[in-house]
Nanobody, 118 residues
């Protein structure tokens, strides 16, 4: 399975971006789809996830209220709507598919750069 992330870019603080991630396999049933990010010099961190079967969402505390994850199962796509962006949100954002309740053993996309200017 290949995951193709898109939608990153340069935005001013306070602005919004919507990331998309499409899975290549037609038959695709992960346990969860999620977004992670990695800023320069920092470890990769969890951003948000959605449970594929029922749409239950999970967020890192710092993203609650600003970010919203959603999925379109028919299109094998997961989205991340990011609002009120801050310079500290600058990072490479990765989508991931959890196939066995273990992110590390799932599929990962190539990442999309998000840069928030002050």
């Amino acid at each position: 399975v290949q995951l193709q992330a898109s939608g990153g870019g340069l935005v001013q603080a306070g602005g919004s971006l919507r990331l998309s991630c499409v899975a290549s396999r037609r038959t695709f049933s992960p346990y969860r789809m999620g977004w992670f990010r990695q800023a320069p010099g920092k470890e990769r961190e969890f951003v948000a996830a959605v449970r594929w079967v029922d749409g239950t969402t999970y967020y890192a505390d710092s993203m609650k209220g600003r970010f919203a994850i959603s999925s379109d199962n028919d299109k094998n796509t997961v989205y991340l709507q990011m609002n009120s962006l801050k310079p500290e949100d600058t990072a490479v954002y990765y989508c991931a598919a959890d196939m066995s309740w273990n992110w590390a053993q799932g599929y990962w996309g190539q990442g999309t750069q998000v840069t928030v200017s002050s």
